[in-house]
């Protein structure tokens, strides 16, 4: 199994709603991102988790809260969101630890989220 | 600060034309550089890679050489086709676990 799965494809939220975006990885790879794509841009890097840990959070808000339950597993719960945030939400993952790595992501399909 | 120049696009291109996307790049020490494509409504798929000066990635009758000395990593395709319509993105990582990307190139090949 050589992908990285993302649930759901599509998401529609109110700014009052509580969802939450899945990622699956079953490469065994250590490192596991978050990021956010909007339309005609490169992907912005959101947060890093390594070896199950947080290690990079690029200062985003708090309505942003990522988990990571095991090594191939990755959500992010959206709580209170504007419409600003719609966006492209792309998961990915690397081999090796986040800040060993030189090697390349591995990136998954994506969630095309639309804030109300 | 690292960063990641591409050509603007788009780039419309006949199919069977040959195609170069520039790319170049500023970095401490030896980052490894990629290319990424992105077909309409999906996520990025590798389309190659390189890890230190002179390597020459390769895949799907793409290429890209790794310049040190002219900080370059330019994509080229001899016979491009329809379904090679996509947005094409460099990037390079300088080992810390952030990609840091160019502001990516849209192509679009005519039949």
């Known amino acids: 199994d050589t992908e990285v799965t993302q649930t759901p494809k599509h998401l529609v939220m109110g700014m009052t709603n509580k969802k939450s975006l899945k990622c699956e990885q079953h490469?065994?790879?250590?490192?596991m991102y978050w990021y956010k794509q909007k339309a005609k841009k490169p992907p912005e890097l959101m947060f890093v988790?390594?070896?199950?840990?947080?290690?990079i959070n690029e200062s985003v808000p708090s309505r942003f809260s990522p988990e990571c339950p095991n090594s191939s597993l990755l959500n992010l719960h959206l709580h209170a969101l504007q419409p600003e945030d719609s966006a492209l939400y792309l998961c990915?993952?690397?081999?090796?630890?986040?800040?060993?790595?030189?090697?390349?992501?591995?990136f998954g399909p994506g969630t095309r989220l639309t804030v109300l | 600060g690292d960063s990641v120049t591409q050509m603007e696009g788009p780039v419309t291109l006949s199919e069977e034309a040959f195609l170069t996307i520039n790319c170049t790049y500023t970095?401490?020490?030896?980052?490894?550089l990629f290319w990424y494509v992105q077909y309409p409504g999906e996520g990025l798929q590798l389309l190659l890679k390189?890890?230190?000066?002179?390597d020459k990635g390769s895949n799907k009758g793409f290429e890209a050489t790794y310049r040190k000395e002219t900080t370059s990593f330019h994509l080229e395709k001899g016979s491009v086709q329809v379904s090679d319509s996509a947005v094409y993105f460099c990037?390079?990582?300088?080992?810390?676990?952030?990609?840091?990307f160019g502001q990516g190139t849209t192509l679009q090949v005519k039949p």
């Open positions: 970095a401490t020490g030896y980052p490894s």
């Open positions: 988790y390594s070896y199950e840990k947080l290690s």
């Open positions: 390189a890890t230190k000066a002179d």
């Open positions: 990037a390079l990582t300088p080992g810390t676990g952030k990609l840091i």
């Open positions: 990915a993952s690397s081999q090796d630890p986040a800040g060993a790595s030189r090697g390349e992501q591995f």
């Open positions: 490469m065994g790879h250590r490192a």
